[in-house]
């Protein structure tokens, strides 16, 4: 993760109806700093702004994995969708999926767990 303080000084809407958004830096950066942000070129990541410092509570959400691909889905976005279908199949019904889910992962992490006792 890089962090400087800068400006979002122009919004253009895209002929798809995304966005680009320029982002002018508020100081000249290190060639460390510069390798970091020349890295980033032509990757696809999550864009975070706040007008103060960015501190860890303000990324809670941001996936830690990033997609190989544009509208790529993480590995953790597949399993999740593989077992809502699994569940609606087996179930006939949407309702209690989540928590169904939440013991299911905890299931799995003990069988996993239990293979590496053994």
């Known amino acids: 993760m890089f962090q400087v303080q800068s400006y979002v000084n122009k ?49 809670l959400n941001i996936p830690e994995e990033a997609p190989e691909f544009k509208d790529q889905k993480s590995s953790s976005q597949i399993l999740r969708n593989r077992m809502y279908v699994y569940y609606k199949d ?15 992962m905890l299931r799995l992490g003990q069988w996993y767990l239990d293979k590496v006792k053994d």
């Open 11 to 59: 919004i253009t809407t895209m002929g798809n109806h995304s966005l680009r958004l320029q982002v002018d830096l508020e100081k000249e950066l290190s060639p460390e700093e510069n390798a970091k942000v020349f890295a980033l070129y032509n990757k696809l990541g999550w864009f975070v702004f706040k007008e103060i410092e960015i501190n860890e509570e303000d990324l």
């Open 90 to 104: 087996k179930f006939g019904k949407d309702e209690g999926f989540e928590d169904w889910r939440k013991k299911e």
